[in-house]
């Protein structure tokens, strides 16, 4: 059973940084089937970065140019590094999996929550202005 462990949350103002980090016991068949996603207080949470296949990455367009997912294989660690952070980007971080780790099938959706099947505890971030 794949374990995620995120860390690197935090408060910070408008217009900072933060790099978030994710730990997984061991990756689900591929780094690909992970990605981060996000919860605001009384919203749904909401696809952030994943991968659409193992070189390409994509993002929700709220985060475009700001963001930037990156995964380091042999620590089996995945990263989110936010810049030029803004209020609305305030909300608990998940890194998650998809098991089956299946992204090569199709219908491979790496924005939408559903997609994910194992998930870490989450990480708080809050951006105030």
């Known amino acids: 059973q794949v374990q995620l462990v995120e860390s690197g949350g935090g408060s910070v103002q408008a217009g900072g940084s933060l790099r978030l980090s994710c730990a997984a016991s061991?990756?689900?068949?591929?780094?690909?089937?992970m990605g981060w996603v996000r919860q605001a207080p009384g919203k749904e949470r909401e696809g952030v970065a994943g991968?659409?296949?193992?070189?390409?990455?994509t993002y929700v367009d709220s985060v475009k140019g700001r963001f930037t997912l990156s995964r380091d294989n042999a620590k089996k660690t995945l990263s989110l590094e936010m810049n030029s952070l803004k209020p609305e980007d305030t909300a608990m971080y998940y890194c998650a999996a998809a098991l089956p780790c299946n992204w090569y099938r199709g219908n491979w959706y790496p924005l939408r929550p559903a997609t994910y099947t194992v998930w870490g505890p989450g990480t708080q971030v809050t951006v105030s202005s």
């Open positions: 991968f659409i296949d193992p070189t390409r990455t």
């Open positions: 061991a990756y689900p068949g591929s780094a690909t089937c």
